[in-house]
Structure formats: C-alpha cells, structure tokens
C-alpha cells in the first residue's frame, strides 16, 4: 500500500496505511500477559551461589557446556497451554508474548535454522509455541513473540554478522509463516557501545522493511530498531510507569510481578493485585498497555504468587473490566487525587481507590455528565456540578477493596 505521510513526531520510515487497522486490537486490548520462558528456567535462578534468571548464563559466568548440558534437561512436560491461556484470559488479558528466543539464543519452536532449539537439543517433541496458539485462538486471545536480536550463542553474531543477520530472518519468516503470530516484540536492540553488539539503526530499518514483507498485519515494538529511524508501532518502557498522556506513539509497559523476568526459585517478593489493579489503571488512564510478565518453572507450571496476582486481577476485571479494556486517555479531565479516571467514547469510570462520600472531578473541556452509577452494585450516585467540574456523590460504602468504579454517561458539544 501507499506510504501515508507522517504526523508531527512520527519518524516512522516505513509505514504504510495499515498502520491504523493494525494496530486497533492492540491499542483497545489494554492487558496483556508476557511469558519468559527459556532453557535458564531450569536453574532456577541459581548458579552456585550466584543468582540471577533469564541472564543467569551471562551474570553467573557459567560456560556454554554446562549451559547446553542444563538445556539439554529442559523438559517441561507440564506445560499447560490452555490453562495459561484460561489464567491470562480469567485475568482480563486480551493477548500473550511469548519469548520464541531470548538472549541465549534457543528457540522455543522447532526451528530448522539451528539445532538450538526445544525440539532438537532437548529432545522436547512437543510443539508450544503451536499449542499455544491453538488455545489462544480458540480464547479469542492474540499471540505475540518475544525475539531477542541480541544471540549469544550464535558465533556469527560477533564473528559474521550479516550470515547472522540472514539466519534471523530465516526465524522470523518460520515464526510468521508457521504461528501467524499478532506481534513480534523484538529486544536485543541496544548498546551501541557494545562491540559485541553490531545491530546498527539501518539494520533496524531493514529488518521493518523485512517484517512488513512478510506480514503487513504484524505489529513490531520499536525495539527492532535504535529509534531514530525506525521505531516499530509501539513504545516498550520497562518496569515504569511513566509517560505522560497524549503520546505521539502507542505505548506498553511491560513490568514483572515479581523482580524477575525467567524463574528464580528465590524470587518471592510478588505485588499485590491491588497494586497490579492501580498500575493498570494509572496505564489506561495514559492510553497505555500494560504487559505483565509471568516466568514458568522448568516444567512449564506457574508459580502460585504469579498466578495468585493474576486471580486477584482477574476478580477485580471481572466487575470492573469495562473501565481498562478497550477504554483509555479522558482528555477532558485532570486526575484526581482518589484515583484514575478513564474513558471509552462517551462513557468516564471513575477508579476510586480511596472512597469517599463526595468525589470531586475537576473538568478540563466541556462534557455534560447525564448519569452514573457504581460497577457491580445497585446503590445510585448523584452528580452535581461544583467548582471546576461536577461533585459525584455515591450513596454506597465503596464496594471493592482494590478499587471501586463509578460509570458515567457523558455527552459532550458536537
Ligand atoms: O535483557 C532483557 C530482559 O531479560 C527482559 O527480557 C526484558 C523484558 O523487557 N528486556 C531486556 C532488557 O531490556
């Protein structure tokens, strides 16, 4: 299709018209679930006496032999692709990124690029990257890959990389035409100081170029490139909730629930749901996504603090949903001191973490509030205007102890 041209701040050099229709699942989707899931999980985040997860072969100096040998173990006999999905969509996910590759190189699918793979070096005949597919299309669920351009196992990575290069393309045409996948979230993209990393910004450019060859449906992070010249459909912050609304690019935060991104047996220090509720609504609030990261244990089972946070938001969506999915940026109000507020077309939810008999929202363009009512609960609001905005009065006791959500109509001057 005809290149479309670029709105003030967009530096996008490849775009095309599907840019807008490609992207609208993504940007209604608003939760998502990351899955770090590699051959590291079979330390278990412990290397002798040091620990890490996901970089443990890097952090803890542990030699490729050993690391192969370990990869070799790799049996996770009790992955359960449908139950993650039911986890993920109980949750009020709407989509999963799974690592096909990380930083280690091994491929989670059967790849006839290399012998580094689940299938080949484990001996795992299994196929997870297409059973999880499956059930995720049957769950209306979309799936992503993770792809980490960064390989340090491969040695034309440092020593030829534009037979490197010709490899990872051959992956990425295997993932596409094989999983159909909805995202390719790529990563591995950074230091350019690093002199063992030669991704430059016009091997950014050429790999968009790539991608939107063989699928011009596929969204890319902007990870695929240094961001200069190419930035992909999305900005990627990582463990941060910052962005000011409205942005000029569709953003995801992407946080663990623990510290770690791969499993570590060690690592038990996980968030509340009511703290997981709270980022997520701050997020929606900005019209951002958020992408929230469970790491499997070897066998491929999920840990009962991540699931358990996941359940927990899961009870909270269950209620509450309409406020995060699908909806986003208000643009018509400041937020408040007692919590986030977000909009989906001419309806406002007030996500109330700190009740109160008289919330005040202070209005910032002209919108006419025509009723209101607490999600899941009969008890009536009355909305009268006060000072800068409108005063809503709940004649009920909050009925939720993450966060209660105030649903009003609104209309506003055509
Ligand atoms: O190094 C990786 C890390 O292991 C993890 O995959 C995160 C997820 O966003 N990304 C990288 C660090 O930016």
Redo the contacts with the bound molecule.
């Keep these: 299709s005809a290149p479309v041209a670029a709105a003030p701040g967009d530096n996008y050099v490849v775009d095309d018209a599907l840019t807008g229709s490609r992207t609208r699942w993504f940007d209604e989707a608003r939760f998502g679930m990351f899955i770090?899931f590699g051959p590291y999980a079979v330390y278990q985040g412990q290397y002798g006496s040091c620990r890490d997860a996901?970089?443990i072969k890097r952090q803890c100096n542990i030699s490729w032999s050993d690391y192969e040998a370990k990869a070799a173990s790799f049996n996770p006999a009790s992955f359960d692709a449908n139950a993650i999905v039911q986890l993920a969509k109980q949750a009020g996910q709407k989509y999963i990124v799974i690592t096909s590759k990380?930083?280690d190189g091994f491929a989670m699918w059967p790849t006839r690029v290399n012998r580094w793979n689940l299938r080949d070096h484990a001996g795992f005949s299994r196929d997870l990257l297409r059973e999880l597919k499956d059930a995720a299309t049957a769950n209306g669920i979309k799936l992503g890959f993770y792809y980490s351009i960064w390989d340090w196992h491969d040695p034309d990575f440092v020593g030829n990389f534009p037979a490197y290069v010709t490899k990872m393309k051959a992956q990425l045409q295997e993932l596409v035409t094989n999983y159909d996948p909805a995202l390719l979230w790529f990563?591995g993209e950074w230091t350019e100081t690093n002199p063992t990393n030669p991704w430059s910004e016009q091997n950014g450019e050429d790999l968009e170029r790539f991608v939107r060859t063989i699928s011009p449906q596929v969204i890319t992070n902007n990870r695929i490139g240094k961001r200069r010249l190419v930035d992909g459909d999305y900005g990627t912050p990582?463990q941060s909730l910052a962005g000011s609304p409205p942005s000029a690019q569709l953003q995801e935060t992407?946080l663990t629930i623990n510290n770690t991104?791969g499993y570590a047996a060690w690592d038990a220090s996980f968030k509340s749901p009511t703290q997981l509720v709270r980022d997520l609504a701050t997020l929606t609030s900005n019209g951002a996504n958020l992408l929230l990261n469970i790491g499997p244990t070897p066998t491929g089972t999920v840990s009962a603090g991540q699931s358990g946070a996941l359940t927990g938001m899961g009870t909270w969506m269950a209620v509450n949903g309409a406020a995060i999915t699908g909806a986003g940026y208000t643009g018509l109000v400041g937020q408040p001191s007692w919590g986030k507020v977000t909009r989906k077309g001419n309806k406002l939810y007030l996500i109330v973490n700190s009740w109160a008999s008289t919330l005040h929202l202070s209005r910032r363009s002209p919108f006419t509030v025509t009723g209101a009512r607490v999600l899941g609960s009969a008890s009536p609001v009355t909305v009268r205007a006060a000072g800068d905005g409108y005063d809503f009065l709940p004649s009920g006791g909050a009925t939720n102890a993450i966060a209660t959500v105030i649903e009003a109509d609104i209309a506003t001057p055509a």
């Design positions: 770090h996901e970089w990380h930083h990563d990582e992407c991104w």
